[in-house]
């Protein structure tokens, strides 16, 4: 066999595996550990703001905005399983309607605004929709 027969041969054996190689699908990238350290970071976050010192009730506000910070680290991570983000986005609706309800029973009693009380309806809104784009992307 002479060298320009095998240099031939492994031209064709080269562009047959470049052929089957799907040119559109690219390596997924490492995650750099601050994306993990973000997520540890927001569900401590709003641990702590769930369990406030003092027996002190937790601030709505505060346990709406951990849990949507939750929502969006474990969105980040590509690695996370459908279930996992679903059971986030379900976590923080069911943050953001406490809060709404909270909000709402102190704008009743004087001691809140109604600016308080449209930030809250707009956060439950906003996760509702984020639990149905998340239900829908699940399904296919």
Same mark, same amino acid.
């Given at each position: 066999?002479?060298?320009?027969?095998? $240099? !031939? &041969?492994?031209?064709?054996?080269? *562009?047959?595996?470049? !052929?089957?190689? =799907?040119?559109?699908?690219?390596?997924?990238?490492?995650?750099?550990?601050?994306?993990?350290?973000?997520?540890?970071? /927001?569900?401590? &976050?709003?641990?702590?703001?769930?369990?406030?010192? &003092?027996? $002190?009730?937790?601030?709505?506000?505060?346990?709406?905005?951990?849990?949507?910070?939750?929502?969006?680290? #474990?969105?980040?991570?590509?690695?996370?399983?459908?279930? @996992?983000?679903?059971? /986030?986005? #379900?976590?923080?609706?069911? +943050?953001?309607?406490?809060?709404?309800?909270?909000?709402?029973?102190?704008?009743? %009693?004087?001691?809140?605004?109604?600016?308080?009380?449209? =930030? !809250? #309806?707009? +956060?439950?809104?906003?996760?509702?929709? *984020? *639990?149905? @784009? #998340?239900? /829908? %992307? %699940?399904? &296919?």
């Amino acid at each position: 066999m002479t060298r320009r027969e095998l $240099a !031939a &041969g492994a031209a064709v054996l080269a *562009l047959s595996a470049a !052929a089957s190689a =799907d040119p559109l699908k690219t390596p997924e990238p490492k995650l750099p550990a601050a994306v993990k350290a973000r997520l540890v970071a /927001a569900r401590r &976050g709003l641990e702590l703001c769930e369990k406030p010192n &003092g027996g $002190a009730e937790p601030v709505p506000e505060l346990v709406r905005l951990w849990s949507r910070r939750v929502v969006d680290a #474990e969105f980040a991570l590509s690695s996370a399983r459908p279930v @996992e983000r679903l059971a /986030a986005v #379900e976590a923080y609706l069911r +943050h953001a309607r406490a809060a709404e309800k909270s909000v709402r029973a102190a704008f009743d %009693q004087g001691a809140g605004t109604m600016a308080a009380v449209l =930030d !809250a #309806e707009y +956060h439950r809104a906003d996760a509702e929709t *984020l *639990l149905a @784009e #998340e239900k /829908a %992307q %699940q399904a &296919g």
